[in-house]
């Protein structure tokens, strides 16, 4: 056989399936797409996460677009991240045009327009389905990691968790922990000491301050309630087509720390909630996380460890994180290995520098008879990339130039009557829409204290001058009101927050 025979057998087996796949386009060789062989891949492997990644302007977003079309027709819910705030055509038809009918003619695709069921999410107060998360769903360890504390810190914060749960007061948004911090500190320290051990004020300090930073972030907006559900990601419409949600992150570019905040607490949220899946036919969500470099740039060790932990364990829920990057080296090495499926766009060499890192992208690829990758990963040209993935066996798939189908939807962003016309029809935007502030531990010790100070007045009218030295002072009458607080209220998750069975594991 010759070259162009040898390819075609080769890509067609290496891209067989016996169960369902999706096709993201066709096969090329020389430079020129070949009708009769599809990119197709298994449903089963799309929970092994995967990486876009590709220089700007290079068709990253079209593929995004493609993928969660195809993924929603196959009646799989999928969360997109959309930082640049491009992605939201999806919602409507697109429109047939004669680039697109030849490309399509090209590859032997058939092309159809489509719109696709949406959710229009946002962090801020943004039009749209509102996500909110309570400090106490995080628990100690969790929160800890986003504030970057060190181990010591870190124990203050579980003694404060644990003092809040022994005494059956809610922590839900920021001001409830600061008020605690605050407390501990002065009124409530002897009270602390005798119960957990004496605290710095050093210490709790600096966790005031790292908390006050995440809230000029705007984590006074993110924490609270109502909280949201991640079983209203996993919806399918009427016509068997899972949701698409999109949260809007134009407003967050500027708080890296926010949108990391969010995203790992979502994903530790869907591991705690999940069952254990196994061996299934395809994912029950997937999820895509667009210019992760924001994250990985400004995430401590820690939390990189964490990223890197859910990673490896959320895939055994069926879910499958995609990161969409503009080059994989923004990526860190331990992420990196765990993503069965790498779609790589066109990389610009400008310096040298940039030619170091096309070197080493082309590394973290399998060789091909048919390509030299370095070289090729400066040519391709807008909507085509490089392809490997993994097959239902779990092997990797030959390396293929694709010139990927072009979305069925809109390839624009929606106009503003567009949006207001998509949170009008939703049931989540009402669901979500309402801001509660119920009693937790803000108002629970703001109550105690006043209850106390104001009887520690009136014993104070009682008492005859001449004997109020021997009486008890009003710190003394303060400290032990405050240690009868007793409430109703529950808390939302134990001590240990949402990551007590990954630790185990």
């Known amino acids: 056989m010759n070259k162009k025979e040898n390819f075609i057998a080769d890509i067609n087996t290496g891209y067989s399936s016996k169960g369902e796949s999706i096709i993201l386009g066709g096969a090329m060789l020389d430079g020129e ?19 876009i990644a590709g220089a700007t302007g290079t068709g990253k977003t079209k593929t995004i677009q493609v993928f969660s079309e195809q993924l929603s027709n196959a009646g ?16 409507k038809e697109g429109k047939e045009e004669g680039f697109i009918t030849e490309r399509h003619a090209k590859i032997n695709v058939p092309y159809n327009v489509a719109a696709f069921p949406v959710e229009l999410m946002s962090l801020s107060k943004q039009n749209g389905v509102r996500l909110r998360a309570t400090v106490s769903e995080f628990g100690p360890v969790l929160f800890s990691r986003i504030l970057d504390l060190n181990d010591t810190q870190a124990g203050v914060v579980a003694v404060i968790f644990k003092y809040c749960d022994d005494n059956q007061m809610p922590l839900l948004d920021l001001k409830d ?16 000491a005798a119960s957990y051990g004496k605290i710095s004020t050093a210490t709790t300090g600096t966790i005031l301050r790292k908390i006050i930073e995440l809230e000029q972030q705007g984590g006074d907006l993110f924490f609270g309630e109502l909280s949201f559900e991640t079983d209203d990601l996993m919806r399918i419409d009427e016509n068997g087509k899972g949701y698409v949600n999109i949260i809007r992150l134009t407003d967050i570019q500027d708080k890296p720390k926010l949108f990391s905040t969010f995203m790992l607490s979502l994903l530790a949220e869907i591991y705690q909630k999940m069952p254990e899946k196994g061996d299934v036919g395809q994912p029950e969500l997937v999820i895509f996380i667009d210019e992760a470099h924001l994250i990985f740039n400004e995430a401590s060790k820690a939390l990189l460890e964490q990223i890197e932990t859910i990673v490896k364990l959320i895939r055994s ?22 993503l069965g499926l790498k779609i790589q766009h066109a990389l610009r060499a400008f310096t040298a520098n940039d ?46 130039a694709t010139m990927m189908r072009a979305p069925m939807s809109r390839m624009d962003v929606l106009s503003q009557t ?52 021997t009486g008890p002072s009003t710190t003394e009458v303060v400290t032990k009101s405050v ?4 409430t109703s209220a529950t808390f939302i998750r134990g001590v240990f927050g949402v990551l007590t069975k990954i630790f185990k594991k």
């Open 177 to 192: 922990i600061k008020k605690v911090i605050n407390y501990i500190t002065e009124e409530g320290k002897d009270e602390i």
């Open 418 to 469: 567009e949006i207001d016309e998509i949170n009008g029809k939703s049931k989540l935007v009402k669901k979500y829409a309402e801001e509660i502030d119920r009693e937790s531990a803000f108002e629970i010790l703001n109550k105690k204290l006043t209850e106390a100070a104001e009887a520690a007045a009136q014993q104070e009218e009682q008492v005859p001058t001449k004997s109020s030295k």
């Open 33 to 51: 797409p070949i009708a009769e062989v599809h990119v197709k891949i298994p449903l089963k492997t799309l929970n092994r996460h995967g990486l």
């Open 317 to 338: 829920k069926g879910v499958g994180i995609y990161f969409v990057t503009q080059n994989p080296m923004d990526v860190p090495s331990g992420v990196l290995a765990q």
């Open 76 to 91: 799989i819910p999928v969360l997109m991240m959309d930082i640049k705030g491009d992605f939201s055509g999806i919602a």
């Open 355 to 400: 030619r170091q890192a096309i070197k080493k992208t082309a590394d973290n690829y399998p060789t091909s008879p048919y390509y030299k990758t370095d070289e090729l990963l400066t040519s391709l040209g807008i909507g085509e990339a490089l392809v490997t993935a993994l097959n239902e066996k779990g092997i990797p798939t030959p390396l293929v």
């Open 483 to 486: 240690l009868k607080v007793v």
